[in-house]
T-cell receptor, first 114, second 113 residues
């Protein structure tokens, strides 16, 4: 099993450009999450999904959109990138009872917006 | 408003000694807590968890203690090893919304020989 994979690993964007980050999991998990990690801020939840076709806002959703068209994939989109979105992005997934089961994280995508 | 707080950004411990990482929370609805470990350039990995019905959970060298009255939990690593050098995140689950976790800001542990 590959677990949780993220594509790409690194990306540099110019302000105003758009991009999509792809997360894929092969563990048949119901729940998927997108976080960003910034120095001194810990992991902050951007959006999450509790099942195929569903999405919900997290703590810092502004400037991002997500889609969960297939159970194994969770896409994070930036329509018009801003320097404030420079961060490391982590995707995670878990079984349908995240309270009792830990989240499995991908290796991260380092995004720089110039 | 930071609901899960890790007030020590870093901790340095000698190999073989005990490492104690602390976490405080403000939300009385939190009833499940987890610790994650993160190495550089990798995603966090689950380490240990504890339910609010317990005050201690142990897994090998790792023990988590929960003090509900103080809204405080701690992770003890005994004995500490150089491979334990990483960033440790505390996370909590709200019984009113169990779909997600709230993470602390992390503590960087360095274990030196």
């Amino acid at each position: 099993n590959a677990g949780v994979t993220q594509t790409p690993k690194f990306r540099v964007l110019k302000t105003g450009q758009s991009m999509t980050l792809l997360c894929a999991q092969d563990m048949n998990h119901e729940y998927m999450y997108w976080y960003r990690q910034d120095p001194g801020m810990g992991l902050r939840l951007i959006h999450y999904s509790v099942g195929e076709g569903t999405t919900a806002k997290g703590e810092v959703p502004d400037g991002y959109n997500v889609s969960r068209l297939k159970k194994q994939n969770f896409l994070l989109g930036l329509e018009s990138a801003a320097p404030s979105q420079t961060s490391v992005y982590f995707c995670a997934s878990s079984y349908a009872r995240p309270r009792r089961n830990e989240q499995f994280f991908g290796p991260g995508t380092r995004l720089t917006v110039l | 408003d930071q609901q899960v707080k890790q007030n020590s950004p870093s901790l340095s411990v000698q190999e073989g000694r005990i490492s104690i990482l602390n976490c405080d929370y403000t939300n009385s609805m939190f009833d499940y807590f987890l610790w994650y470990k993160k190495y550089p350039a990798e995603g966090p990995t689950f380490l240990i968890s504890i339910s609010s019905i317990k005050d201690k959970n142990e897994d090998g060298r790792f023990t988590v203690f929960l003090n509900k009255s103080a809204k405080h939990l701690s992770l003890h690593i005994v004995p500490s090893q150089p491979g334990d050098s990483a960033v440790y995140f505390c996370a909590a689950s709200d019984r009113g919304n169990t779909d997600k976790l709230i993470f602390g800001t992390g503590t960087r542990l360095q274990v030196f020989p």
